[in-house]
């Protein structure tokens, strides 16, 4: 079969079950669906940037995805007034100090003579700035946690636009992403899945466990949105009118309407990410990348500096990461830490560009589609196949309650079983590199 016509047909059987889930389930199901797989093939796009073009091992997805919520948080709500008065230029000095802090240390490794006298100074550096910057931060952080901490305790954010925040949230993750590469991408590829692992969960450690920033566990609800209210659309009468002309009651249409705007949105983001992914790999750029991914020592015989290319590679791809992430905190409307787990914002992610195709962008963005649809699936269907399969037991029987109880397990097993068939029949994905 000729690819363009694989492809097609691919992709026209994962929007031909979307489609099918609209007619029988509900289409505000069938739109979420979609929005989530828009976000999640942005994920998986940046996640093959790194490891389709430059080989690059990066567990720690996670991180750079809960950077990108933390930034819809940092831009789009309001400042507390309270909060800041209370405690926040002591936030501000403590976290200058304890930059100053590293910085000084830095400056004494490198520039003081090899010796005791080095080590010295840098330990005591190090000890008597963290002491002056705990001095300084814990009771400016106990002052802005005390500000009605069950609504607020936290300085909040600019109040800017949200839409502001998900160039943002690139940008903040793509720092991070510069910082973890500074040190990690000299690194063997299993030493830098385990660093990019590591600090992935010290992230998420710091967003549950810093009130101040982003109130911890409470969560961060209410994030402005770049669209309006479902309740605001049900009050205006000119749109009842309208949906009333479709045939829709308001409080139908006004979902619909929603999710219909923010597929908009994130389709425009996808299809110029795309774009611009697709001619940078076209480009002189994107050749020496995959050079540098099938052989480094080849490369660098031919004059390349591969730490660097790696670098460059990892902070875009991590960016790419960071903005999803902000969009997706976006469309929920609240920022919640506990929520970022590895196997959601990870594994599931490399499982989209394993299936969909390594190297290839419109492989990774089919297998975001078909994986999340089947994530969101299987255990309602798992669900419904185990009733009918146990129709027949007597209504108190443990072995049948036990099959129900299994169906939570579905999504886990039908990932694995997934993988392991298209690696078996298929092990450059759905769409594999050209």
């Known amino acids: 079969m000729d690819p363009r016509v694989k492809n097609t047909l691919l992709f026209a059987i994962v929007f031909g079950l979307i489609i099918i889930t609209g007619f029988m389930q509900s289409w505000n199901a069938a739109l979420l669906i979609l929005n989530m797989g828009l976000i999640s093939a942005i994920m998986a796009i940046g996640v093959n940037m790194q490891w389709g073009f430059a080989g690059l091992f990066n567990v720690g997805v996670m991180g750079f995805v ?42 004494a490794a490198t520039r003081l003579p090899a010796g005791r006298m080095r080590t010295l100074g840098v330990i005591v550096i190090l000890v008597g700035g963290f002491f002056l910057y705990r001095g300084v931060f814990d009771p400016a952080v106990e002052a802005v946690e005390k500000v009605n901490p069950a609504l607020e305790g936290y300085l909040g954010g600019l109040g800017l636009p949200v839409l502001v925040a998900w160039p943002v949230g690139g940008v903040l993750a793509a720092g991070a992403a510069w910082l973890i590469g500074k040190t990690a991408l000299g690194l063997r590829s299993d030493y830098l899945a385990i660093a990019t692992l590591g600090i992935a969960e010290i992230i998420i450690a710091v967003l549950k466990n810093e009130d101040w920033l982003s109130r911890g566990v409470k969560n961060v609800v209410g994030i402005p949105r770049p669209l309006p209210y479902e309740i605001d659309l049900q009050k205006d009468p000119g749109f009842v009118e309208r949906a009333a002309g479709f045939g829709l009651d308001p409080v139908m249409a006004s979902t619909l309407y929603v999710k219909i705007g923010y597929l908009v949105l994130f389709l425009v983001i996808l299809l110029v990410l795309m774009w611009m992914v697709e001619m940078s790999l076209k480009s002189p750029w994107g050749r020496m990348m995959r050079a540098i991914r099938d052989n480094e020592v080849a490369a660098e015989a031919m004059g390349k500096d591969v730490t660097r290319r790696h670098l460059q590679i990892f902070v875009l791809g991590s960016a790419v990461c960071g903005l999803a992430g902000a969009m997706m905190t976006t469309l929920d409307g609240q ?27 419109f492989g990774a963005v089919l297998g975001a589609f078909l994986i999340w649809f089947l994530w969101v699936q299987v255990e309602p269907i798992g669900l419904w196949l185990m009733q009918t399969v146990t129709a027949w037991m007597p209504e108190g029987s443990g072995l049948r309650q036990h099959l129900i109880d299994s169906a939570a397990h ?25």
């Open 66 to 107: 809960a950077l990108g919520g933390l930034a819809a948080v940092l831009v789009a709500m309001p400042p507390v007034g309270e909060a800041w008065a209370a405690g926040a230029r002591g936030v501000i000095l403590a976290l200058l100090m304890g930059a100053a802090t590293i910085v000084a240390a830095v400056l």
């Open 335 to 361: 920022l919640t830490p506990g929520s970022y787990q590895p196997l959601r914002f990870t594994f599931l992610i490399w499982v989209m560009v394993i299936v969909g195709g390594s190297g290839n962008n």
């Open 410 to 434: 579905m999504r886990l097993l039908t990932m694995g079983v997934i993988l392991i068939v298209v690696l078996r029949f298929s092990p450059r994905g759905l769409i594999p590199e050209r």
